[in-house]
């Protein structure tokens, strides 16, 4: 019935290092729950006397069609939820008529993702310091029928996670990122006490070296459109535009990069007001409810991207629990809209909301 029934559900099907891998933040912790936190301090302003006896949820995000505006957002490894991975994630998200941004450490291939999918896929990059990697995957992608690149910006090299230090956390044997290069990934197998082999493979193959002139190179070997995930500022979503970008998901990693940041809903006006709708942005993080999804459209946001929910539900029963996940976001939303006196996702506007 909620989401956070699912969480449970999945809690009790994995073991306690990969359960902390997903649901872990950096430093502190702190982000985890100031994401929720920034949702919570919104309130809905309903109108009523509104002809609401058809509600139309559709939208379009970067020229494609959605049934309602929400995607699943990248993820390294759903491997480690369920034995099929990536694949019932995407047959899920394609039921649901929603988005999936497929990571570039998928444990599942890019082409068998795409063959199971129905709906719109999106890949996303890490930029490695091996640039000859990134040009097979831009080509893989637009061969396989992705329609867009997703280029995670707020990692030059992960923070550190106490939860996988104390662990050891490591790539379990069985399971690996199959789009890259063995050899590149490899450190992110060897498990070590008191250290994260993730971390330790970021140090090794993550270039904290670019900058925005760098964008060009990716932008003169593919005609997708490029988004930039990660953004908190209005300065970065500014130079965005000026940069030809054509989307950004507003960000905070899921409170897994810089401990202390803004949450992204807190960003998300910010940013909004810097772009004036020259590109177009997708709240990233903390949603568990279909009411969050009416939060981030008045905040300025085109669409959300959920991750750990998606994880939960494919933890629990494999495409069945991310199709259930994704259907219960989209009733609550179809009931919100109602309730709110919004005919359809246009309508929402700033007006919609108060901070409490």
């Keep these: 019935?909620?989401?956070?029934?699912?969480?449970?559900?999945?809690?009790?099907?994995?073991?306690?290092?990969?359960?902390?891998?997903?649901?872990?933040?950096?430093?502190?912790?702190?982000?985890?729950?100031?994401?929720r936190a920034a949702l919570d301090r919104i309130q809905l302003r309903p109108r009523?006397?509104?002809?609401?006896?058809t509600c139309d949820s559709r939208c379009s995000l970067l020229g494609t069609q959605l049934m309602a505006p929400v995607g699943i957002a990248p993820m390294a490894y759903h491997q480690l939820a369920h034995p099929e991975?990536?694949?019932?994630?995407?047959r899920a998200a394609g039921e649901a008529g929603a988005l999936l941004t497929v990571s570039m450490f998928a444990s599942r291939t890019l082409e068998d993702i795409a063959a199971a999918a129905t709906g719109p896929l999106w890949l996303q990059l890490y930029w490695l310091r091996q640039r000859d990697l990134l040009a097979g995957l831009i080509r893989r992608a637009e061969d396989a029928g992705y329609q867009a690149l997703v280029l995670t910006v707020d990692a030059p090299r992960v923070a550190h996670r106490p939860r996988d230090a104390r662990n050891g956390f490591a790539v379990?044997?069985?399971?690996?990122?199959?789009?890259?290069?063995?050899?590149?990934?490899s450190a992110s197998h060897g498990g070590q006490a008191g250290e994260s082999a993730i971390a330790r493979h970021s140090k090794e193959q993550f270039d904290p070296s670019i900058t925005w002139e760098d964008l060009?190179?990716?932008?003169?070997?593919?005609?997708?459109?490029?988004v930039l995930k990660g953004v908190l500022t209005g300065e970065d979503a500014n130079l965005a535009v000026r940069y030809g970008i054509d989307g950004l998901v507003v960000s905070n990693h899921g409170g897994r990069q810089l401990d202390f940041a803004q949450p992204a809903a807190d960003a998300l006006p910010e940013i909004a007001e810097a772009v004036a709708g020259r590109c177009q942005l997708i709240l990233d993080g903390a949603i568990r409810h279909g009411a969050d999804i009416a939060k981030a459209l008045c905040l300025g946001a085109d669409a959300?991207?959920?991750?750990?929910?998606?994880l939960w539900g494919l933890a629990h029963s494999?495409?069945?629990?991310?199709?259930?996940?994704?259907?219960?976001l989209l009733d609550e939303f179809a009931e919100v809209m109602a309730l709110m006196g919004v005919a359809r996702v246009q309508d929402f506007k700033s007006s919609g909301i108060v901070h409490r």
Excluded at 48 to 53: A, E, I, T
Excluded at 216 to 226: D, G, K, S, V
Excluded at 318 to 328: E, F, I, N, R, Y
Aim: proline share 6%; hydrophobic share 45%.
């Design 1 to 35: 019935m909620t989401l956070l029934e699912y969480e449970t559900a999945a809690r009790e099907r994995l073991s306690g290092p990969v359960w902390d891998f997903l649901e872990g933040g950096s430093g502190t912790e702190s982000m985890v729950l100031a994401g």
């Design 172 to 185: 379990p044997a069985g399971i690996r990122a199959v789009n890259v290069s063995p050899s590149v990934m």
């Design 216 to 226: 060009a190179w990716i932008r003169e070997r593919t005609r997708l459109p490029l």
């Design 304 to 310: 959300v991207f959920i991750g750990r929910p998606a």
């Design 48 to 53: 009523v006397l509104v002809d609401v006896s």
């Design 318 to 328: 494999g495409t069945s629990g991310v199709s259930a996940v994704l259907q219960v």
């Design 85 to 90: 991975g990536e694949v019932a994630t995407a």
